[in-house]
Every structure is written in C-alpha cells, then in structure tokens.
C-alpha cells in the first residue's frame, strides 16, 4: 500500500483519523499535516527509547527484566506520597493491580504523577504492561510501567491482534488500526515515548505514525550528496523512518544527527541570507588601526600586559576596522575579563582615523562606569587635556543647559568617544563622523536600537559595530542566537584574580552572625561588602516561607535600616536603588567607591558594571529569587581587587536548589551558563518562542555545539558560490520546511 500518502495531505488522509481527531491532533500537538505528524518527534530524553518487551507469564520472568504482563485490571491504589525532602520525588502515585492471564499471578505497577490513568482504564479493563520486574518493600512491581489497553474480548493469552479495542481511549474517536504496543513487541527493536497529553497518549501518536511511515513512498533528499558524504549523515527517508521507529540505539543517533543537521543548516541558512540581503549595498569604512595613533599609545602605556584572550581579540577587531565591509562583532566574556579595554581600544582606532565613537550602555550606572573606566584608562594618553582625547558622558539626567553645550561640541566633532544610555539615540546627538558604535549588554537592547545608532552617518556607510556582552554563552549557542554576529571570546581572566568563595545559607542559619562580624572585621581593614536584595522597599508582596510561616521576600530599605541600627551601627551603611534619581545614586556610589561607606545595601542596580576592587563581600538575600546569570554577575562585583573575597547567598530553603549549587561549584561563567540552559532550556536566554530558535525540534545548542559550527560553516560556504540558492532549489524547501520568517526576524541582531 506504500505510495498512497504524501507529506502534504492532511492528518485525515491516514486511516482511522476522523475529524475528531484530526481537531484533537491539531490543538494539543499542532498537527495537522503528516508531515507534522513525522516531525513531532519522539522526545530525546536519555531512557526514553525501551527495548521491546518480551510477553511473558509473571512465573518464567527474573527480577530486573523488563517484560510485558497482560491482564485485567483488579484495582488501583491512588494516593499523594510524602516529598522527600527537597520536594523531590513524584507528586501523585496511582498503583494497579494486574492479574496475568497467562498464569493467574497478580502483580503491582506504580506510575507517578499520571491521576489520569485510573480513569482511562478502569477496574477490569485489559490491558498490557510493559515494565521493568522489581522487588519493592518485599513485593514483586513492575516499575517504570507503560500501560496500553486491549481489546476486552481477546482470547486469553493472545497478545495478537487485539489493537482494534483500543477505543476505550478517553479521546473516543476512531483510531488507526495499526496494531497494539503489545502486538509490536513481537518484532524487536526500539519503542518511541513522544511527548503527549491526557487525550492523546503516547501510544496511540505512535500507532498514527507508524501508520502514516507504512503508507509514505520512499522521500527524496533534498540535502547535496557531497554534504551528506562530508557528515556521514543517512539519508532523510531512513532519519524520518528511524527516529521513529528505530531498529537499535545506533539507527536512533544517526536519524537524530541528520534531523538536527537538517535544522540547523535551515537556521543557519536563514540567517545568513537575510544578513547578506541587508549588507548588499551596506557600505562600511575602512579604518585600519594606525600604527603610532592613540590605540597603539593606549596598549604601550598600559600598566598591565593584555591577556592572551584579550590580544586575540584586539587582533580579529585589527582585520574588523580594516576591511571595507561594516563590521558586525560580539565580544562576549565573563565578568572581569577585560572588555572595556578591548572596547577602548577599537573606539580609539576609529578616533585615530579623525571620527567618533559611541558606547551605549543599558543603564546610567553602567555609562557612568565606563565613562570613569576609560578615563582611567586613557590617562595615560592625556584624557581631557588639551591634544589628548575627549570622552564626554551624555545621559537623560545631565541638565539642560549643559546638555545643549555638549551636543553643539558633539556636533562640531570636538568629543572623540560618547558614552551614554539611550540618550545618545536622540537625533540630536549628532556626531559628524561616527566610525565605531559600542553596545554593552546586547540582550537589553533591540535590534532597532543599533540600527539607530548605526543610522546618525547620513552619507550610506555604516560605522563598524561592535556588541559586548557579560553573560557568556556556549559558543554554539552564540554562533545561533547572534547568527548574524562574529564572535570573539575572552575566556581568560587577567592573572592574580583570587577566586571568589561562595557559602550557600539558609536565611535563619545562626551563621548569619558570623557573617556580621565578619563584614565588620573586613570593614575594619578598609574592605567593603554588598548586601543585595531582591525588592526595593516592603511594597512589593512577595513572600517566602520563614521561620513563623510566610515572610516578605527581603527589601533594601528594610535591610538598610536593620542593618545600620543593629548588627553595623558601628559602620557606615548606604543604600541604593532604583528609584533613586540618577544624581542620588551616583553620590552612594561615590561614598562607597572612595570608603565613605563600609556596607552597601542595593538592588540589582549594581548587579553589571560596577568596579570597586576594595569590595571583598557580596552577600545577597533570598537569592533563590534571582537566576544563575544575575547571581554571577552580583558575584562579579567582588573579587576585583588583591584582596581574597567571599559570596554568601541566603535563601530560605537553599536544600535542593540546583542554581546555587551550580553557582557554589564553580566561577566559571560559561559553565555557569551551560547549566542555566541544561536547568531551564534555551528558552533561558530570551524568549525562544517568538525566535527562530522555536524552529529547533531535535537540535539543542549545548549538546549539538558541533553540528551548529558545521552547519554554519556549510551555509557559508554554499552562500558564497550561490547566494540565492538558485543551484540549490531543494535547498530553499529546507529552509521553509525549518524556519518561520517572521520568528528568525527575532533573531536579528542588527
Ligand atoms: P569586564 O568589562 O569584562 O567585566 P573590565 O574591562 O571592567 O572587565 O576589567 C576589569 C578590571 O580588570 C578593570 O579594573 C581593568 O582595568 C582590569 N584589567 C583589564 N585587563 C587587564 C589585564 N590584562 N591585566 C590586569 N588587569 C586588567
Ligand atoms: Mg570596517
């Protein structure tokens, strides 16, 4: 019967699928088509392929062997278990009782947090078990069961043919006859688990794909034979075929490799279509770092020697400036890494050519940093004085008059290098020569932001882009997310940086104490400590359990308070917040930053950017409340200076949680990040959702970090024969078959 189906034709072509099911196939999975029916893919997760089961009577079976028992229902035990601690564990047990027909013995199957099941098959249905013989509290079990209803009227111990009677299905409507797990069984090989819901269990999607696999001619591949030879990838019928219904565990990696190729290479070619498409006529300029201009005076006169990282990064940005075309490049690096200086760096080389440069910074904490960082760090080189450059800070809060002096110097080109917050997208911040335009923290702006800055050159050339970002992610993920980027990568810390210690406590430890007197004694040495917590004053509602029932989540204000008349009524304590005016805020961060105060209690206002080495202590309240980027980043405020410093993160019940257990381990921020995306998925880092990331089914970025480097690499390469894929039309049905244009404009960066 091969040659009747096509990927094309509705659900409802396959046998058995009526419109009721067909509805229920589209709203609960977004099926519609076969072809969507064979990209619902089975899940991946590690165990969730089983070895098919032999059908074997209670007696013949031993303890570990995974088995199929079939039988009638006698009863169900459905009961909420006590957690363990940690709240680990199932939430809901429903225990049946099956009697094998075969010898008459009856046997327990535990399945956890499904209350649906009893339901569905109720006392006296039959049904199949298939699971792994266990002996529990002195009772034979079969655990990690799957259960699959059968016919009621079958002959006893005829597993054979009895998939029909499946209609006790809750969903009720007619079902494709494609024979019972059970049935199958028979044949050997590897049973799928696909991602399911109450309506439609996994079971019955994979019966309806099975049917809909019987019925597909052999597929065409639309994938070149040379790149499919350069991978040693199968071909598409056998990936398709496989990844569902795969002959072993090896036939299951090799579909999954070729399936994840396929996406990403649509991905990949996606992107880098629409960037050549928006570069076409995109003129940039070329600027060549001079040899003897104030770039090269700023590496000379420096009192440290540059990392390695940080040379190679100056070197890729050195070939960036020099080239016609606009660069496009994100400098990603764990905090400390030493992107300002890189930043300086290129931003002077542009200065040298007698142009501008800009850098943008998400907040006015941040800008004014940076704009203290590279006065420092351009002193040397006669910042502000007369034939030295100038860098002028431009933000909303500077006051009208001054502000309308400055941009007429802006205007006349007299500032080399502006800092600010969004204030510089303004159209009167008129720059007559932007060469080079900076954005830190990428992820806080949007594209449309860059592509503002990049518009104040009225002449058709667009200055040369450079991104900073501190919350580092795996490279492959980069390679994706900023797909229209190159990437550079500091991956080294400049050396005689002490490592951060990090205690994890509850909020009610009696080791608070110890801490306060701790914090004291570092204050008496001329150190200085962080108290961040998460809400500003007690207005906001959130609670946590505490000692005497819920408590509210900790405040800066209330802390501050506490904190100056208890424990360090002998220190001096500031405080600092968001709703604070942005001149209130810099004078506490002055205070601090020159030791007129000993502890600082803050939101995350300092959470990126600020640089005071003299703070050795970070203490953060109910820090399960923030995530493993943000408590890294807080982490990062300290352990900047010579001193030994300390992190202690409170939460009200820390058991458990596996963020601050990842952010103890280590300091390392790109394994930080690999957790973050393993604990919460890639969803972690925007909202995949509305990304070209959504078009990703089978490929996960961390896991599959060679295949998206592979995948990017062939997309250039075909790109550069063939820009338009005109050689390659089988090629442009990858790409719409993968990627939703509307989605991967999401992922532009600019
Ligand atoms: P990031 O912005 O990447 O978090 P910064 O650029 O603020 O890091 O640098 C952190 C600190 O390290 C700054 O005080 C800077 O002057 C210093 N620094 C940068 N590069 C080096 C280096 N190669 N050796 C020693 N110190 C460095
Ligand atoms: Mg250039």
């Known amino acids: 019967m091969a040659g009747r189906l096509d990927l094309s034709d509705p659900v409802t072509a396959l046998p058995g699928v009526g419109a009721r099911l067909a509805e229920l196939l589209a709203e609960h999975l977004g099926v519609r088509t076969v072809a969507d029916l064979l990209a619902h893919y089975p899940s991946q997760e590690p165990g969730k392929y089983r070895e098919r089961a032999a059908v074997k009577p209670l007696g013949e079976a031993r303890i570990g062997e995974t088995l199929t028992v079939i039988g009638r229902i006698e009863g169900w035990h459905a009961f909420t278990p006590r957690r363990r601690r940690g709240g680990k564990g199932p939430k809901h047990i429903a225990r049946a009782t099956v009697r094998d027909e075969g010898d008459g013995q009856a ?19 039959r049904v199949a078990v298939t699971g792994r013989l266990e002996r529990y509290r002195g009772e034979l079990q079969l655990r990690s069961a799957r259960l699959t209803p059968l016919a009621h009227d079958a002959p006893a111990g005829d597993a054979a043919g009895a998939g029909n009677g499946a209609s006790a299905d809750a969903a009720g409507a007619g079902d494709a006859a494609a024979g019972d797990a059970a049935a199958d069984d028979a044949d050997g090989g590897l049973l799928a688990t696909y991602p ?12 309806l794909v099975r049917t809909a696999l019987e019925l597909l001619p052999p597929l065409p591949d639309p994938l070149p034979a040379a790149l499919r030879q350069r991978h040693g990838l199968v071909c598409r019928d056998t990936a398709l075929r496989h990844i569902h219904v795969p002959p072993d565990r090896e036939a299951v990696r090799r579909a999954r490799d ?81 992107k300002t200086l890189v930043a300086a760096w290129a931003m002077l080389a542009a200065v040298d050519h007698g142009r501008q440069a800009a850098l943008m910074a998400p907040t006015e904490v941040l800008a004014e940093q940076h704009h203290r960082t590279l006065q420092a760090l351009l002193a040397p080189l006669g910042v502000g004085a007369p034939g030295g450059p100038r860098v002028e800070l431009v933000t909303g809060s500077l006051p009208a008059r001054q502000l ?59 200055p040369d882009v450079l991104v900073m970002t501190a919350t580092p992610i795996p490279r492959s993920l980069a390679l994706t997310l900023y797909g229209d980027l190159d990437v550079t990568t500091l991956d080294e810390l400049p050396p005689g940086r002490q490592p951060v210690t990090t205690t994890v406590l509850r909020s009610d430890s009696p080791r608070r104490a110890n801490l306060e007197r701790f914090v004291r004694e570092r204050a008496a040495e001329g150190e200085r400590a962080f108290w961040v917590c998460p ?72 959470e990126v950017g600020v640089d005071v080495p003299e703070a050795t202590v970070m203490v953060v309240e109910d820090a399960d409340r923030f995530g493993i980027s943000q408590l890294h980043q807080l982490r990062g405020r300290v352990g900047r200076g010579r001193a030994r410093s300390h992190c202690v993160l409170f939460a009200a019940e820390p058991e458990g949680n596996r963020r601050l257990e990842a952010l103890s381990a280590t300091t390392d921020g790109f394994a930080l990040a690999e957790t973050d995306l393993e604990l919460r998925g890639e969803g972690s880092l925007f909202d995949t959702r509305q990304s070209g990331l959504a078009d990703l089914r089978l490929a996960r970025l961390v896991r599959d970090g060679a295949w998206v480097a592979r995948a990017r690499e062939d997309a250039r390469r075909l790109l550069a024969d063939d820009p338009v894929l005109a050689d390659h039309p089988e090629l442009h049905a990858v790409v719409r078959g993968h990627v939703d244009p509307e989605r991967l404009a999401a992922l532009d960066s600019g």
């Open 258 to 338: 070729r399936l994840v190729y396929d996406e990403l290479l649509a991905l990949q070619l996606a992107i880098q279509q629409r960037r050549s498409e928006r570069e076409q006529d995109a003129r940039g300029l070329a600027q060549p770092p001079a040899p003897d201009g104030w770039a090269a005076g700023l590496l000379a006169g420096l009192p440290f020697a540059p990392t390695g990282a940080q040379r190679h990064a100056i070197a890729e940005l050195h070939a960036d400036l020099g080239a016609a075309g606009p660069m496009h490049r994100l400098l990603q690096g764990d905090v400390g890494s030493g």
């Open 107 to 125: 046997i327990a199957a535990p399945f956890f947090n499904q209350p649906w099941l009893p339901g569905r098959h109720p006392q006296g249905a």
């Open 196 to 207: 399911a819901t109450a309506a439609l269990p996994s079971e019955r999607i994979a019966r």
């Open 404 to 462: 309308r002096g400055l941009l007429a110097e802006v205007a006349a080109g007299e500032v080399d290098v502006l800092v600010g917050t969004h204030a510089l997208l303004e159209q009167r911040v008129a720059p007559p020569d932007l060469g080079l335009v900076v954005v830190d923290e990428q992820h806080r702006f949007g594209v449309e932001h860059r592509i503002r800055l990049r518009d104040k050159r009225d002449d058709g050339h667009h």
């Open 535 to 606: 809400a500003v004053d007690a207005s906001e509602v959130a609670t946590v359990p505490g000692p005497e029932g819920e408590r509210s989540i900790a405040s800066a204000v209330e802390t501050a308070d506490h904190l100056a008349q208890g424990p360090f009524a002998d220190l001096a304590v500031g405080l600092v917040h968001g709703r604070l005016s942005a001149a209130e805020r810099e004078a506490v961060m002055d205070d601090f930053r020159r030791g007129a105060l000993d502890v600082l209690v803050a939101t995350t206002v300092v």
